[in-house]
């Protein structure tokens, strides 16, 4: 216990990853059903993975960041296109609204990092240059937290480059500012960032035992997220089995990233689908071999859905 509270306290301590996930084939056959049958109609926006209607606010945050952190191309070209002059959008039809981004956003332009670098110094530095990620936020959406200072340092380093003093300080405190973060937010999309912030960590190499706990926290708060579970557990057969038991068919709206809602709130019930085949990328699904087939929307007419044509 002693040595416990001072790895908490310190967070120095050497880590050694407790996931030792196994996942049956039968299991991962059934993933694989699923995802070929979600592709069908998972809606598009100017050929890009979108919600449908080209409703893009969150794309950045979801579909695109981390559907190209697990290497989907579509998702990845949607991340490039989304970065005008080092100013990162929500999307890359939304380069025309107010609205420019935020750190969800922002977390989620982390991510993609994870497949490859995309424009990561043109944004990583346009933000260091004006203090904020964007500016045209009133409300403090845009402005730097020691989380995002840290997850900032941890992608940098992932790439190649070297941390600066402020992102290797933040570093420092990220464990333990994360762990307070998973006690006190509520759960919902609040707890959910907890949870993308501690994939990040872990995927850069920069995990600690108290980030982990951070994720685990969330996790026992809300157990029957399978997006929790894969962060705590790796692509093991109890993640997998709590995918598959929230899976959807086809919902009548197709509008939400349902894994970062609390769960008693039954957004499945509303799901765009795209969270779902990222989950299915982590179970070892390639996504860009799936045939798409829903419905392709355009920013011009965004209440007219083309008829499904195959991607």
């Not at 609205?99 to 933000?127: C, Y």
């Amino acid at each position: 216990m002693r040595l416990l509270l001072a790895c908490l306290f310190l967070s120095s301590c050497g880590f050694s990853d407790p996931r030792d996930p196994q996942l049956s084939p039968d299991t991962l056959q059934a993933i694989k059903l699923k995802a070929s049958e979600t592709a069908q109609w998972t809606p598009w926006c100017d050929g890009y993975p979108s919600r449908e209607h080209c409703d893009t606010g969150d794309n950045m945050a979801g579909i695109l960041g981390f559907g190209c952190a697990v290497g989907f191309k579509a998702a990845c070209e949607g991340v490039s296109a989304s970065v005008k002059d080092g100013q990162l959008y929500r999307a890359p039809n939304r380069q025309d609204t107010s609205n420019t981004a935020s750190r969800d956003q922002f977390l989620g332009f982390m991510a993609a990092q994870l497949s490859k670098n995309l424009g990561w110094l043109e944004v990583k530095n346009h933000i260091k240059d004006n203090g904020r990620i964007c500016e045209d936020a009133t409300d403090g959406r845009c402005e730097l937290t020691p989380v995002t200072l840290a997850l900032m340092g941890f992608t940098h380093a992932h790439l190649g480059y070297t941390r600066d003093p402020t992102m290797w300080f933040n570093g420092q405190l990220f464990g333990k500012t994360l762990l307070a973060q998973s006690i006190a937010v509520p759960t919902g999309y609040q707890l959910n960032l907890v949870v993308n912030a501690a994939y990040i960590a872990w995927k850069t190499g920069f995990e600690t035992l108290v980030s982990y706990e951070a994720a685990r926290n969330a996790y026992l708060r809300q157990s029957g997220n399978p997006w929790f579970c894969y962060v705590v557990e790796g692509a093991d057969e109890s993640c997998a089995q709590l995918a598959l038991a929230l899976w959807p068919d086809e919902p009548q709206f197709k509008e939400d990233w349902s894994i970062q809602r609390d769960t008693t709130d039954s957004a499945w019930q509303r799901s765009q689908g795209w969270e779902w085949l990222f989950m299915a990328a982590l179970f070892g699904v390639d996504l860009n071999q799936l045939d798409y087939r829903g419905k392709h929307y355009s920013k011009d007419n965004p209440r007219s859905g083309l008829a499904p044509v195959a991607h």
